[in-house]
């Protein structure tokens, strides 16, 4: 399985981006995708997962409301839409792919068994 994800950029505070994340080979419907990022001198978190078959998702507490994680099962291509966007979202985004997570563990990076490249997200204020 190979995950490119793509659509970082720099913007200014209260704008917003879109995230694409392209998946191939071997991909499930008990899939879960999901968001990750990593700011400068942190670690790595979890933004929001989805899961490929049914659409379950996950949002961690601070983007809840203004992020949305989306999927185009066609494409096999999952989305993540940035809206007032904050300076501290600023990171490197990563996509993922989880196999047969359940709900409870959508945030869990340790359990997501491929990763795409990241992409850079950089709000400034």
């Known amino acids: 399985v190979q995950l490119q994800a793509f659509g970082g950029g720099l913007v200014q505070a209260g704008d917003s981006l879109r995230l694409s994340c392209a998946v191939s080979?071997?991909?499930?419907?008990?899939?879960?995708m999901g968001w990750f990022r990593q700011a400068p001198g942190k670690e790595r978190e979890f933004v929001a997962a989805?899961?490929?078959?049914?659409?379950?998702?996950k949002y961690t507490d601070s983007v809840r409301g203004r992020f949305t994680i989306s999927k185009d099962n066609w494409k096999n291509t999952v989305y993540l839409q940035m809206n007032s966007l904050k300076p501290e979202d600023t990171a490197v985004y990563y996509c993922?792919?989880?196999?047969?997570?359940?709900?409870?563990?959508?945030?869990?990076?340790?359990?997501?068994?491929?990763w795409g490249q990241g992409t850079l997200v950089t709000v400034s204020s």
């Open positions: 993922a792919v989880g196999r047969r997570l359940i709900h409870s563990s959508f945030h869990r990076d340790d359990l997501y068994n491929y």
């Open positions: 080979g071997g991909t499930s419907s008990d899939d879960v």
């Open positions: 989805i899961r490929r078959s049914g659409g379950t998702t």
